[in-house]
């Protein structure tokens, strides 16, 4: 992927979190939408809220402060605008095919809920019985 193509690419992610439960999970590697499996936030210190509306700028700073992170094999770039709050999450994700392993890194992590690519739903995190 070209720079210009790049800079296009996080134009759209932008404008994706600008409408209430809106998002996108990208493979840092090539920008392709990921679009099986869970997602599952696994880097909590990376994990970012904005209040607001998120820019083209915000992205890229987040990007460059997450980079370590990214380029870690099987990570995804995420974002979230929670229809409630407005709020919009920026996280590092791992997708996986299993539900049980999904839910397993959830619980490690202390995340609320995994991304379904499948059905295009949150699912909230089970706790063991």
């Known amino acids: 992927m070209t720079l210009i193509d790049w800079s296009a690419r996080i134009s759209a992610m932008a404008d994706a ?3 209430p439960d809106g998002g996108f999970s990208v493979d840092p590697s090539d920008g392709s939408d990921v679009c099986a499996g869970y997602a599952v936030a696994v880097h909590p210190e ?3 809220v904005f209040d607001g509306r998120v820019t083209s700028n915000d992205l890229h700073e987040y990007i ?4 370590d992170a990214l380029t870690l094999p099987g990570r995804v770039l995420g974002g979230w605008c929670d229809p409630d709050t407005g709020r919009v999450y920026l996280d590092v994700s791992i997708v996986t095919v ?3 392993e999904a839910m397993m ?3 490690a992590t202390a995340q609320v809920a995994i991304f379904d690519f499948s059905a295009m739903v949150s699912v909230p995190v089970a706790v063991p019985a």
């Open 17 to 19: 979190l600008s409408v």
């Open 46 to 48: 990376h994990e970012h």
């Open 64 to 67: 460059a402060r997450a980079k």
């Open 98 to 100: 299993d539900l049980s």
């Open 105 to 107: 890194l959830a619980r």
